[in-house]
């Protein structure tokens, strides 16, 4: 099967529906919000009344637009709603309030990481519409129940150009598409709640080939995991067909996560016919270049700015950029931390080694990280000055930190007497006392065993009880056993 797989090139464009995180909904003034009461959050306009009028919610024009400016996509200046026909008992106007010749975003790019460096994605369009109610198919064994609270709930339509070669680089755009709804505050991108949703088109071409081949579109995902395992299934089921003489039909499917399976919904021959007109409730809409400044210079610094900052001003390496930068909170943390450090390879170790594990261990989000930046800034800083080791500021500062955010981190090892011991005499004394002890040694070190070196310092940090700084005893160790007179 592998032979086989491989003689064909998948090709996939990916339509992501992101649901917006504004107060009210997008033509009236009803709540957006998610699990709500049933049907408590429909006014007359959301259940589609007659002689309602939809009046446009600005937040939605700001959010795409931000969206827009991060994709590097051209902002349409006067752009126009559509009614989008379909008859849906979760559709109670009969249409869908969409755009369609004239969407707020055209063009643009994502850009992914792949094995072998990096990849753009194109993006086609971004579109303003409305979401539809939901059908609830489990709560009753008879009947289909319709719960409208996310009629008229905001979206934002991402449609992909098809550049997407392999369901990993699927995983990798989603992967973006999310970091930057969450990074732009404008979606939660919540997969497994439906606030961030994607349909997957997939087609298979043999490698070489001109012309794409017939694609159909799987819906129904709940994670990027199974975009990814519809994806693969999809591939191997066209693949499959193609090889064994049959032709793909151009279908719309659906994913079944425990199965990793697909199953067609309806068939080319009963596509829908929208019959797209204008909506002529709803003026046009003005974009103008102000504005459009003015939400270019309010975004907030995203992950992309972020990494080349990191790798090019801080000089760490790129997989502690992306790591750092993974989630926009982390970010922000490390963030606050450089305004008060200097040394940023121990700031980026300590969120991703000390900070990330306390998470990880307590199972929470860096909000609910007790130190402040400035604090753990002032660890660094201790262990930058020799005053404590590496190993005491991870083991034993860093947790007593946790339990008493409020002292410094001076004052807790100080009281604690971690503060370890760079004083030349003193640690003077303790190799001198270990070399006394040690005759033979000695003299084998004169005589070229030089890994005893390891020896000594052992003895050394032992008698000090790890309190002696092992950069200083190190250097007093040799210095003394290169001397004579000892
Ligand atoms: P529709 O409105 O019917 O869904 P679109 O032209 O908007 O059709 O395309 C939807 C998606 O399908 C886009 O993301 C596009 O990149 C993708 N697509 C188009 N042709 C193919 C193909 N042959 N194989 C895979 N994806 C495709
Ligand atoms: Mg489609």
Known sequence: MEDILSKYQPVIGLEVHAQLLTNSKVFCADRNEYGGVPNTHVSAISLGHPGTLPMLNKKVIEFAVKLGLACQSEITREMNFARKNYFYADLPKGYQITQDKTPICVGGKIDIKTDDGGKTIGITRIHIEEDAGKSIHDQDPYDTLVDLNRAGVPLLEIVSEPDIRSSQEAYDYLTEVRKLVRYLEICDGNMEEGSMRCDANISVMLKGAEKFGDRVEVKNMNSIRNVQRAIEHEIKRQVELIEAGGTVDQDTRTFDAVTGSTASM???????????????????????????????????PLPNDLIKKYTSELQLNEYDAR??????????????????????????????????????????????????????????????????????????????????????????????????????????????????????????????????????????????????DPKAANQLVRKMLEEENV
């Open 266 to 300: 309806r068939s080319k021959e009963a596509a829908h016919d929208y019959r797209y007109f204008p909506e002529p409730d709803l003026q046009p809409i003005f974009v103008s270049q102000e504005y459009i400044d003015e939400v270019e210079n309010n975004l907030p």
């Open 323 to 468: 790591v750092l930068t993974d989630s926009k909170p982390i970010a922000l943390y490390f963030e606050a931390l450089i305004a008060h450090t200097n040394n940023y390879k121990a700031a980026a170790n300590m969120v991703m080694g000390d900070v990330k594990s306390y998470l990880n261990q307590h199972a929470v989000g860096i909000e609910s990280f007790p130190v402040a930046a400035k604090q753990l800034a002032e660890l660094i800083a201790l262990t930058d000055e020799g005053k404590i080791s590496k190993s005491v500021a991870s083991q034993k500062v860093f947790p007593a930190m946790i339990e008493a955010p409020d002292q410094s981190p001076l004052s807790i090892a100080e009281s604690n007497n971690w503060i370890q011991n760079s004083d030349e005499d003193s640690i003077g004394d303790l190799v001198k006392q270990v070399m006394a002890e040690n005759p033979e040694e000695v003299q084998r070190y004169k005589e070229g065993s030089k890994n005893l070196i390891g020896f000594f310092m052992g003895q050394v940090m032992k008698l000090s009880r790890g309190s002696a």
